[in-house]
């Protein structure tokens, strides 16, 4: 158990609708990450937060955004749901400045129709 | 977006033998990780090398690193049915106090460990 927990664990929406995903982060811990994970694949990095601001963004278009609340707690918003985005979504969270070592909660897994 | 890679993507042994996957990545690292996944559930730290570092244990693991060929490998010793998952190795290219974490992961290697 990491003691990071994600919600919903699963989710059916169809193309062209919005999507949130939300996660609590380990306490103590101020950074949060999500990372977007295709069938049969590697985790990509979508972004991070830390003390409730963005700290860094990979590849993912500006209909991906997220927020970070003063508990540390975190959302991810998707808008314009496409099919390509059906994947398990995975938070995870860290404590910064510090290595780099992530604590995975058990992730979302959403389905786009 | 880039990603290391694995190899192999799968391997398959019997019980008490040793399991070693390889990862390669393609940028200069702070860091490298390796994690487990089970079942497409969350993924689980198993231990983290340096880039100063050339080999680590922990417990039946062992990570080497070579920086020259951006490479690694885990070796699980002994192994168990109970190992069976997928693991990725996952690079941390930044140094610095708040860059930390954000990780490019490899492909994966799927292990089965047969009783």
């Known amino acids: 158990e990491t003691g990071v927990t994600q919600s919903p664990t699963h989710l059916i929406k169809t193309r062209g609708q919005q999507v949130t995903l939300r996660c609590s982060s380990q306490?103590?811990?101020?950074?949060v990450s999500w990372y977007q994970q295709a069938l049969g694949q590697g985790p990509q990095f979508i972004f991070q937060?830390?003390?409730?601001?963005?700290?860094g963004r990979g590849n993912f278009p500006p209909r991906f955004s997220g927020l970070q609340f003063p508990n540390y707690s975190s959302e991810l918003n998707v808008n314009a749901l496409e099919l390509d985005d059906s994947a398990l979504y995975l938070c995870?969270?860290?404590?910064?400045?510090?290595?780099?070592?992530?604590?995975f909660g058990e992730g979302s897994r959403l389905t786009v129709l | 977006s880039q990603q290391g890679e694995e190899d192999p993507q799968a391997l398959s042994i019997q019980e008490g033998e040793n399991a070693t996957m390889n990862c390669s990545y393609k940028?200069?690292?702070?860091?490298l990780q390796w994690y487990r996944q089970n079942s497409g559930r969350g993924l689980v730290h198993l231990i983290l090398?340096?880039?100063?570092?050339r080999e680590k244990h922990s417990g039946r693991l062992r990570v080497t690193l070579d920086t020259s060929k951006k490479s690694s490998s885990l070796l699980i010793t002994a192994s168990r049915a109970a190992d069976t998952a997928s693991y990725f190795c996952?690079?941390?290219?930044?140094?610095?106090?708040?860059?930390?974490?954000?990780?490019?992961f490899g492909q994966g290697t799927i292990l089965t460990v047969h009783p």
């Open positions: 937060y830390y003390r409730e601001e963005e700290n």
């Open positions: 306490s103590g811990h101020n950074t």
């Open positions: 996952a690079s941390d290219p930044n140094a610095g106090g708040t860059s930390y974490g954000k990780l490019t």
């Open positions: 940028t200069s690292i702070n860091n």
């Open positions: 995870a969270s860290s404590l910064l400045p510090n290595t780099g070592e992530l604590f």
């Open positions: 090398i340096r880039s100063n570092e």
